[in-house]
């Protein structure tokens, strides 16, 4: 399923078109990789609509992506035929910049992202450097593997990012795949931390309140007490005034969005510096994913038991699935079956 053109999906609710093309060829050092499942994530919308579009077109998006190796190119030998991998956001970085080597190979200039700068899961097959695909831990399947890819790991990351010690004040704003998996995350890693869910629907309030969140509200609505750290995973601006509202004293937001809709900009005129930022409140972005956050993640998972919640699509209603994405009908994370 390619994307061909980029534009609105209010206006081209099919901006994915199904095409034949030949089997990828893997280059040195990489594998080809036999698609079984690949997660829809948001950040496809993100790409389709241009808020970070890709450099070229067409481009096979996708980028949360669980296959089984089915051939080596030159000098790759990391895997055998047959082994199952994941493929996540981050396809390759140089490995040789201050980034890299200081452990940021998501901060490295020449990134490049899976299913965005090249192409990705939403096929039959595809290409990656061997040393950026995962091993799979077996207790899950592949349905279940393909999310942690992506909202799992950058929900790990996020959450890592919060500096959140136990005992603390946690909210999160926005409640969709990446959502439910930190909620869980933080139930097992900090089991004394209170957690606040801002989400628009009861149905996902519930869910919040199922996977063991002390309270749940709309966005707009005033928590019960300050909240040390709050993590962002709305694609909008107004819950981000809000969150800095709620912050305590020191408190951190971290955001977790690879670009925000400008619909609701003028919200940030409402940015108070007294209410929103004095006493030394933060704000940091959660910037793409380093293969330490997706394989720490995926033992996590494994020991956690982590199972996300999935709704599976064929290949070929991909389009169906953004579209329920965008108009977010989400309860768990949605996964597109291929092989
Ligand atoms: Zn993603
Ligand atoms: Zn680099």
Known sequence: ??????????????PLTLVDKPDPVPAPGEILVKVATCGVCHTELDEIEGRTPPPRLPIVPGHQVVGQVVGHGPGAERF????????????????????????????CPDFQATGRDVNGGYAQYMTVPEGFAHPIPQVFSDAEAAPLLCAGAVGYRSLRLTGLHDDQAIGLTGFGASGHLVLKMLRHRYPKARAYVFARSMKQQAFAKALGAVWTGGTEEEPPEPLNAIIDTTPVWKPVVAALGHLAPGGRLVINAIRKEDDDKEELLKLDYGDHLWMEKEI?????????DVAEFLALAAEMAIRPTVQEFPLEEANQALVELRTRKVHGAKVLKVG
């Open 80 to 107: 055998k035929t047959g082994d199952r991998v994941g493929i996540a956001w981050i396809f390759s970085a140089c490995g040789d910049c201050a980034f890299c080597r200081a452990g940021h190979e998501n901060l």
């Open 1 to 14: 399923m390619a994307l061909q053109a980029l534009g609105r999906l209010d206006e081209n609710r099919t």
């Open 284 to 292: 940091k972005s959660v910037a793409n994913v380093s293969r330490r």
